[in-house]
């Protein structure tokens, strides 16, 4: 038999539906490959979900600070949920995530003492 046959030929299993290591199909259970627990692939991927999540403490921070200036209304709510996602995920940046949902919150504060004081959600900083 060539290799190309063995390749072609389906393996034998047992009754469990599992390889058949009996004796029977030897060429059959050779074929197989053992399984390998990759770490860096897991070691990767938890890298990759703490640069994400650390990404979200920033721009939160961000968006919180640029959002007491402008489009408070939009960006308020952003800054909140980008830093609820950013704890959730454990970032290493906690203290930025906090400040960044602090800011959020704060730019709703601002925009409801606008719409208190002057009925609009517009700044005006000439007097």
């Known amino acids: 038999m060539t ?4 390749a072609r030929r389906p393996a034998a299993t047992d009754a469990a539906g599992g390889p058949d290591t ?9 074929q ?12 990767g991927a938890s890298r ?7 990404g979200l403490a920033v721009a939160s921070f961000v968006l919180g600070l640029v959002g007491l200036l402008v489009f408070n209304i939009l960006l308020g709510p952003t800054a909140i949920v980008m830093a609820l996602l950013a704890l959730a995920r454990r970032t290493r940046r906690r203290g930025r995530a906090r400040l960044g949902l602090a800011l959020g919150v ?12 002057d ?3 517009v700044w005006d900083l000439g007097g």
Not at 32 to 43: R, S, W
Not at 106 to 117: F, K
């Open 3 to 6: 290799s190309t046959d063995l």
């Open 22 to 30: 009996s004796g029977t199909a030897p060429e059959a259970a050779a």
């Open 32 to 43: 197989l490959p053992a399984p390998v627990a990759d770490a860096d692939t897991a070691a």
């Open 48 to 54: 990759a979900v703490g640069r994400d999540a650390d």
């Open 106 to 117: 704060a730019d709703l504060a601002v925009l409801a003492a606008l719409i208190t004081v």
């Open 119 to 121: 009925g609009t959600v």
